[in-house]
């Protein structure tokens, strides 16, 4: 298992660092120049001059790179003060360190990722397991249509229509707002209730269909008709040997489905104007802050990244042959 995880991890500092060259190259050798962009629109000649050097525009982009990737590691110094390691760079539009910028916003984005995903992963994998046990009844044909409606559904416009009919018509559910949860875990929960609805909705429709799907063709395997011939019962058979050999394929497909899911997180964070990672990474194309877009895209990537891993070990820890393999 250790050999698994190192394997894993060696592999993802590599497709870090390769995302993290073609980010950099895709957003600062291009014509525009990124100085110019954050001068403002008030800029002199001597500005300019200034926040080139102070940002190394002044080098070669090789020069460049090295410079910002040896900062994440050790650190660097900038005009304004000393950027600790990790130091994704200062952002000359924001005049903020792009780290703690970006630090101050990961936990919004984190708490609606996570909680989202407990949801869909709780009522999707749920009623797929439901439907897949009363095959062929009302509540598989009500399960499967229910799934295909919501699957149709647009987060910027169930948002906006959650909000009316939950928050403002009825007041059953708060106003979406982001509270640390070490600072008050109820109002953690009920202020992101709303978006992590609205967030795992498409992904519970399709995880229902996954999951009855993939329970229905296990329930066929020779081996589960074997065990029902020796006498066990239907629901031994049915969570014994059609359940387990279904959580695999939800966990792989669970890691795929990670970058869909903060996708759709910077959506959900615009509906419901919760600052996180997704309305940073907005913002900061908006106001052309190259260097902010830089930092956020290496964070989402290595969010991924990591969850992946920890996919992959969920993975491995259930089926020994990817470990041995």
């Known amino acids: 298992m250790l050999r698994f995880l190192v394997r894993r991890t060696l592999g993802a500092i590599v497709i870090l660092l390769i995302i993290s060259i073609i980010t950099y190259l895709l957003f600062f050798a291009i014509p525009a120049d990124p100085a110019r962009l954050s001068c403002g629109k008030v800029c002199t000649p001597q500005n300019l001059a200034l ?12 020069e460049q790179y090295w410079n910002w990737l040896s900062s994440i590691f050790v650190g660097r110094d900038f ?18 360190m792009i780290t703690q910028t970006i630090m101050d916003r990961f936990p919004t984005t984190l708490s609606l990722t996570i909680g989202s995903s407990v949801v869909f992963l709780i009522f999707g994998v749920g009623m797929g ?15 499967s249509s229910s799934s295909l409606v919501a699957s149709a559904m ?23 707002t982001y509270v640390p949860f070490t600072q008050d875990p109820i109002g953690w929960f009920t202020g992101l209730l709303v978006p992590w609805l609205v967030l795992s909705l498409i992904w519970t429709a ?16 020779d081996y589960v008709r074997t065990a029902r011939a020796k006498g066990m019962s239907g629901l031994t058979v049915f969570l014994r040997f059609a359940w387990r050999g279904t959580i695999g394929t939800i966990i792989t497909i669970f890691g795929v489905d990670l970058a869909t899911l903060l996708g759709g997180a910077i959506i ?31 964070v989402a990537a290595a969010l991924i990244v990591v969850f992946n891993i920890i996919v992959d070990a969920a993975y491995a820890f259930i089926d020994p042959r990817i470990r041995l393999g």
């Open 154 to 176: 647009q987060i910027y416009f169930v948002g906006p229509v959650a909000l009316y009919f939950l928050v403002y018509q009825t007041h059953w559910l708060q106003q979406p």
């Open 51 to 62: 926040i080139r050097h102070n940002m190394g525009l002044d080098k070669s982009v090789p």
């Open 206 to 221: 399709n995880y229902t269909r996954m999951t009855r799907s993939s329970m229905v063709e296990q329930l066929s395997e």
């Open 268 to 298: 959900t964070e615009s509906t419901f104007d919760l600052h996180g990672l997704g309305q940073l990474a907005i913002g900061s194309v908006v106001d052309s802050d190259l260097s902010m877009l830089v930092g956020v895209t290496l």
């Open 79 to 96: 005009p304004t003060g000393h950027c600790s390691a990790p130091c994704l760079g200062y952002s000359y539009v924001k005049q903020e």
């Open 129 to 143: 397991m439901l439907a897949a046990w009363k095959q062929g009844k009302a509540l598989d044909k009500i399960a």
